[in-house]
DNA sequence: ATAATAACCTGAGGGC
DNA sequence: TGCCCTCAGGTTATTA
């Protein structure tokens, strides 16, 4: 389900109904995601949440003795809803609060993880190696160029890379290459500073653009309140292989890098 | 160290 | 209807 705007549009749906709230309880029905849920998640119950954050594709819910770090993987959900709602299928874990509200996770692949820890949570194994965020200014053309000097690998799985840039997923970085006009076969280290300018740009409109539209529903992502994110509407070329071309109508194309599928437009794209 | 790939898991959709 | 195949928004672990 999420890259980074689903992920951050779940944020902004559930953070209101979290923050000062008092957790009352929390109900693991199945432990077993891509790591298994520890027992010490259950130190949230007592506590009030502090905040909710996000770091890359993580969410995290702070607390005065810890933070639950939580992944959505890939077909993560995020509800909030009245307690006493009945479970349904994949639904793994609710987090009861004092208002009367729960925050429950859906998630069919369990490739999502719901962990604890105690201390500074940027400082987790997971969190600590990722690069920059995408929409701040220490993601910029300059440090883009600087980094793909010799990197011989192609462009479009490299920005997926979460060690150069976090929340680039498979949709974003096909839209961003296309409206940058560069061919995601092309090596990163053959950018110029001028194209790395233009895709960092593009990076940052094509996500803030989704963030605002509320996301990207494909198939089964929904924000808090069980409503569709509607940028799907305003995609150029994911989903759409075999179809014109937005700009110029030439048949887009497609193939696999690092089993992942890359649709692009071979006129527009270079 | 770097780069490709295999793996985790369920469900949907297409072809036969 | 059912079986088998492919594909899906992510990330880590393993292998070359």
Known sequence: MPELPEVEVSRQ?????LVGQTVTRVVVRNPRLRWPIPAEI??????PIASVQRRAKYLLLRSTLGTAILHLGM??????LPVGTPAEKHDHVDIELGNGQLLRLNDPRRFGALLWTSGDPLHHGLLATLGPEPLTDAFDGAYLHQRSRRKHSAIKPWL???HLVVGVGNIYANEALFAAGID????????????????????????????????????????????????????QVYGRAGEGCRRCGHPLESLRQGQRTTVFCPHCQR
């Open 42 to 47: 259950q130190q949230l119950v007592g506590c």
């Open 13 to 17: 749906g559930i953070a209101p109904w």
């Open 184 to 235: 995601p076969r092309r090596a990163a280290s053959a950018l110029s500073p001028d194209e790395c300018d233009r895709l960092v740009l593009e990076i940052k409109t094509v996500l803030e653009r989704a963030i605002r539209q509320g996301g990207t529903t494909l198939r089964d992502f929904t924000r808090a309140d069980g409503r569709p994110g509607y940028f799907v509407q305003e995609l």
């Open 160 to 162: 997926m890379d979460n």
């Open 75 to 80: 077909s993560g959900k995020l509800r909030v």
